[in-house]
């Protein structure tokens, strides 16, 4: 009896000592990529992000949601955040010195920024609810985010640094305001609106007030100015009813899809010099494995970017 209780504790030393010596290995690997990822962007610190900026995205190749950057040829992939927690929704700063994204750190999703290469991560928001899909003013001075309260989505914003928090757009029960984007020049704001007619994107001059439909048909979200600021690229479900690519005036007029996959296409950014558009793509919406793709906007056909068996989606260039 006594030999028989011997050998399970034995196993079970052994089983124990071969978890810890897994967990120390997998430790290792992910401390030496972030090592190895901090000393080659060292040499990269000096490079003009402004011009020549990388595509930002997120993908959970590591077993979470994680920020990553690569460029339009598919080189230079680097991986930017490193947990065990789900960071999302990366955005550039006009200036291309911060990086806006979401996280679930402290149990909400908070809104925080870090520099280009990952570091000088700072919370800007209080945990309080959720807080998401942030974007910034197009001189970079404010940031505009979404939070959800109550069941209620409302559009907020707050200095660079987090402070003079205030609402920008207060959604209620039969109307919900979400996902912005700033004109280049600063004068308009374009944002989604849930109502009883359906998801449809408004603009709103910033000078008078004034606020317009652009969108009739469909499901319409996730404006994305061009870098020109004379075309809005977004989602809509006009014509298939999952979402497609399509680019319009910034009065609404000139409609035109993009991509014509019968599957889901989503979060539309733009080439610097407004040419091409990276996408989000998969076959299902909430279950797919989402992936990125490169498109012209004069026609052709998706050429796909950073491929890999995991999720890669909510990508954001210029």
Not at 211 to 232: F, H, M, Q
Request: aromatic share 12%.
């Amino acid at each position: 009896m006594v030999t028989r209780n011997l050998k399970s504790l034995f196993f079970l030393l052994c089983l124990v000592l071969l978890v810890v010596l897994i967990w120390s290995m997998i430790s290792m690997n992910r401390w030496n990529a972030r090592n190895d990822y901090h000393q080659r962007s060292a040499g990269e610190k000096h490079c003009d992000l402004t011009s020549n900026r990388p595509i930002l995205f997120q993908s959970d190749r590591d077993g979470d949601f994680e920020i990553f950057a690569v460029y339009a040829d598919g080189s230079g992939l680097r991986q930017l955040t490193f947990n065990q927690v789900e960071d999302e929704y990366p955005v550039w700063s006009p200036d291309a010195r911060e990086i806006l994204f979401q996280s679930n750190r402290e149990g909400h999703f908070d809104i925080y920024v870090m520099d280009p290469y990952g570091h000088n991560q700072v919370r800007l928001t209080d945990s309080r609810r959720d807080y998401f899909s942030a974007s910034w003013s197009a001189d970079g001075s404010r940031i505009y985010f979404d939070s959800l309260e109550n069941g209620i989505y409302s559009i907020n914003s707050m200095r660079r640094d987090g402070s003079d928090k205030r609402v920008f757009k207060k959604g209620g029960p039969q109307h919900s305001y979400v996902l912005t984007s700033c004109s280049p020049d600063g004068k308009h704001i374009a944002f989604t609106v849930s109502t009883a007619r359906g998801w449809h994107i408004h603009i709103l001059d910033v000078e008078t007030g004034m606020e317009k439909v652009l969108t009739d048909r469909g499901g319409n979200c996730r404006p994305a100015w061009s870098p020109d600021g004379r075309y809005i690229a977004y989602v809509s479900t006009v014509t298939d009813g999952k979402g497609d690519i399509w680019t319009m005036r910034a009065d609404g007029t000139d409609k035109r899809q993009i991509t014509t996959s019968p599957d889901y296409d989503y979060c539309p950014t733009w080439s610097a010099d407004g040419s091409k558009i990276v996408y989000a793509h998969a076959r299902e919406k909430n279950q797919g494995n989402w992936m990125l793709y490169l498109i012209s906007i004069a026609g052709g056909e998706s050429v796909p970017l950073a491929h890999h068996p995991a999720c890669s989606k909510s990508p954001h260039w210029y």
